[in-house]
């Protein structure tokens, strides 16, 4: 999105620089220029913007980070009782 440059500096071409101020009203909001055009799409602006402050929203990074594994709750079972088959026991006596 670069524009045409004179030797002064100026651009001749249809673009104009774009200023954007990132922030909720903060006197320190991190501020991105920008050169565009009117053939410039908004999507493609934004994604530059985005790209310029490489900021990501916390859903953003869980949407890229691999999911936690989950393991499913088995049911508890009851403790099987030991049973003892006492009649083949020889019993001194």
């Known amino acids: 999105m670069a524009g045409m440059k004179t030797a002064s500096g100026d651009y001749i071409d249809s673009s104009w620089e ?3 101020f990132v922030g909720e009203e903060d006197p320190e909001a991190q501020s991105v220029t920008l ?19 490489s ?8 949407l890229l ?5 989950k393991e499913k709750k088995k ?8 049973v003892h ?3 083949k026991v020889v019993l001194a006596g």
């Open 65 to 69: 980070r691999a999911p936690e594994k």
């Open 35 to 53: 050169r565009v055009t009117g053939e410039s799409h908004i999507g493609g602006v934004l994604l530059k913007i985005v790209e310029e402050i």
């Open 85 to 87: 088959d006492l009649t």
């Open 75 to 82: 049911k508890e079972k009851e403790p099987e009782e030991e």
């Open 55 to 62: 900021i990501r929203h916390p859903e953003e990074l869980s």
């Open 18 to 20: 774009l200023r954007v």
